[in-house]
């Protein structure tokens, strides 16, 4: 270690997450702490340049644990990223249509209108990725393409990170925006036959409006079927943290391990933890991570989740989110976890 | 206790009450458990005919917790029951449209369209009755009536208790629930257009108005006034049947004390108290903060006062008006003051 490094500016998205849990539970700050390094919070800046460093990753020294697309956008567009581990929670990932479409299955979308969320001003756009990469892989498993239903956009404004994020009764909170949840709107006013949803409040907004749905490619036995945004989620830092503050990379991970092995031991706490995180219910939380989501939360770097990466990685290229595809092995740093799981460490809590 | 109670029927409304908590805390189990009473809860029961007591309180040996109109419409259609307590959580009852509506301010709605729920073959609708009160007091604030707007029905079909509740987590669930069960259909009419205006209250109402982005009209729940703010929360009804007061009084006022306990408990436990409202409310803590306030634990307070009394009785005044109950009442001849003055004269300043 050269020095000390001053301030580790850390996010994640407000799903599943280790990181998350080791923000709540005081253990990033400690064990980095313990290395003379304050912690904080990049999406509760008061500047929106930092607040946009969740989805560009440009901020120096800084982790991020969350969707991998903006992550994989970041990389693309050349940033100087590692990827450290890979968390794979399942959720559901439902496409929806109203009762009265006459959309039964997969089969009867052919031909029917599809909405799509498009935010124009955002550098990636994420939600509209992964509403259609669930579903093109609905489709697929019809032998059906996206280009057999007719896509239609749902017009967003502003950017994702037009607002600092508070945190109220344990929850991450933006301030309000003037557009939501306008495909769905579109599909209850019959402006479309079918939307893509996903997560805990795709649970309960299917719940709310008594919707159909046509299929929940998040409980499919293909894990390529499954893979998607959160599916896996990547833990990532940037290279300058990794090359001059490794021990600090290495403390991340070390926290972000032992919230996950807390989380096994405590689904009570999870589930509370995770209902918070999300801004859901923890009827909601169980619908959409199941009654083992803390058994969910687990970051590795296996087999399964850089196949999915890559896979993904290849579909956002074929889409035009990212300018380039990139082999996903040549992102990944496994020494940080290598370290920790020969060492296991004095970092371990 | 007075005579043996074999089996005491409980059922609270999935909103806060000092009910709720004391039976997701144990409290109430805990405290019958000394003298054998076997604690059922009335919701979870196989039989649509035990949960529909919810609603008619016609189940011996039943206490309930809960919105004061099926309690009111019980009463007034000669089921014989006694309200113990009165408990006052204020919450928001809001007035909501589209951006696009045009409407802004109460003076808006006159002429303009207004959706209410229709649950065309239940016994007693208190959606429909509280929607109903919210419109005509926010109206009032403007000197309108609720003639000054096109009333627009949204039926559904089935009763409140066609399904059997479960509590998943400590949330209560619904089980069985139809394939083709409409919800929120006001709110799906006022999102494609059809309507201008809707009645939601409550941790949802905040959550499905921030969702949709519409606009609140009014919150007649923040009102200062407490008449313009009663409704079927406020004050919600602690009520048993006559039997269980009359033949085991001390199990009623063994019921009055836990809640009162419970309440106390909650003062002193906000965190834990929100999240049992958040399960109890089926949403995040997020919401239960955005609905109830802040101060949500200390809102649990179960009295008999008088600001309570007199809103119970204008609003029962409301419900013969509108035809929803059979017959006017004084609501101080069903209130029963014994059994929370013994609770109160021998636990007060009791320790939690």
Not at chain 2, 240 to 261: C, G, P, W, Y
Not at chain 2, 291 to 319: K, N, P, W
Request: charged share 25%; aromatic share 8%.
């Amino acid at each position: 270690m050269t020095h000390p490094l001053d301030t580790l500016w850390y996010t994640r998205c407000p799903v599943p997450t280790g990181l998350g849990i080791a923000v709540q539970k005081g253990w990033l700050q400690d064990t980095v702490g313990a290395l003379g390094t304050e912690v904080q919070s990049l999406r509760e800046s008061d500047d929106k340049a930092v607040r946009e460093s969740h989805f560009d990753h440009t901020l120096r020294n800084s982790v991020r644990h969350g969707g991998n697309i903006p992550a994989i956008w970041a990389r693309a567009q050349g940033r100087e990223t590692r990827v450290i581990g890979l968390s794979w929670a399942d959720e559901v990932q439902l496409i929806l249509t109203r009762q009265d479409s006459g959309i039964k299955t997969v089969k009867d979308l052919k031909g029917r209108t599809f909405g799509l969320p498009d935010w124009a001003g955002a550098q990636i756009d994420f939600t509209r990725a992964q509403a259609l990469r669930g579903l093109e892989n609905a489709l697929s498993l019809e032998g059906l393409k996206v280009g057999d239903v007719k896509l239609v956009n749902f017009r967003y404004g502003g950017t994702f990170s037009d607002t600092p994020v508070r945190n109220i009764a344990g929850t991450p909170v933006t301030q309000k925006t003037t557009e939501r949840n306008l495909e769905l709107i579109g599909l209850l006013r019959g402006e479309v036959d079918a939307i893509f949803l996903k997560g805990a409040s795709a649970a309960q907004q299917a719940h709310d409006f008594g919707l159909h749905t046509v299929i929940d490619t998040g409980a499919h036995p293909d894990p390529l079927i499954r893979s998607n945004n959160g599916t896996p989620r990547t833990l990532a830092v940037d290279l300058n943290l990794l090359e001059n503050h490794f021990d600090v990379a290495t403390g991340i991970l070390d926290s972000v391990l032992r919230a996950e092995q807390w989380a096994h031991t405590h689904p009570e706490d999870t589930r509370r933890y995770l209902a918070q995180e999300t801004n859901s219910s923890e009827y909601w939380v169980t619908a959409a991570y199941g009654s083992d989501a803390h058994l969910r939360l687990r970051t590795a770097l296996d087999e399964q989740a850089i196949a999915a990466l890559q896979d993904f990685t290849h579909f956002l290229h074929r889409w035009r989110f990212i300018p380039t595809s990139f082999d996903v092995r040549q992102w990944i740093d496994a020494r940080p976890l290598e370290a920790l799981l020969n060492g296991k460490t004095a970092l371990a809590g | 206790m007075s005579k043996p109670l074999d089996t005491l029927w409980y059922t609270h409304s999935p909103v806060p009450t000092g009910l709720g908590i004391a039976v997701q805390t144990g409290r109430l189990a805990e405290a019958f458990q000394p003298f054998g009473t076997n604690i059922q809860s009335l919701r979870e029961s196989t039989e649509r005919e035990v949960r529909e007591a919810h609603y008619d309180h016609h189940l011996k040996n039943s206490v309930r917790h809960g919105g004061n109109i099926p309690a009111i419409w019980a009463y007034a259609s000669g089921v014989q029951t006694r309200v113990l307590g009165l408990s006052w959580s204020d919450e928001v009852q809001l007035i909501l449209t589209t951006a696009e509506s045009g409407v802004k301010s109460v003076r808006d709605l006159k002429n303009r369209r207004f959706g209410l729920p229709k649950w065309a073959n239940v016994q007693i609708d208190f959606t429909r009755a509280q929607a109903l009160r919210g419109l005509e007091n926010a109206l009032k604030l403007e000197g309108l009536e609720v003639s000054d707007v096109e009333l627009v029905d949204y039926p559904y079909g089935g009763t409140y208790s066609d399904n059997q509740v479960q509590y998943v987590y400590g949330t209560p669930a619904s089980l069985g629930v139809s394939r083709f069960s409409r919800r929120n259909n006001e709110l799906i009419g006022l999102l494609r257009g059809d309507i201008d205006a809707i009645f939601l209250k409550g941790a949802h109402a905040v959550h499905l108005a921030n969702e949709f982005g519409l606009h609140v009209v009014v919150d007649t729940g923040s009102h200062p006034d407490p008449l313009i703010r009663s409704n079927n929360g406020t004050p919600r009804t602690l009520t048993v049947d006559i039997n269980l007061l009359q033949e085991h009084f001390d199990a009623s006022v063994k019921i009055v004390d836990t809640v009162l306990r419970t309440e106390q408990w909650a003062w002193a436990n906000p965190d834990e108290t929100r999240r049992f409202l958040a399960q109890e409310l089926n949403t995040s803590e997020y919401w239960v903060t955005a609905a109830y306030g802040e101060d949500a634990h200390r809102r649990l307070r179960t009295t008999l006062d008088s600001r309570s009394i007199d809103a119970l009785q204008d609003f029962t005044d409301f419900l013969f008006r509108w035809n929803f109950i059979p017959r006017r009442f004084d609501v101080r001849d069903w209130i029963d003051f014994s059994v929370l003055e013994k609770v109160i004269g021998s636990t007060s300043r009791v320790a939690v």
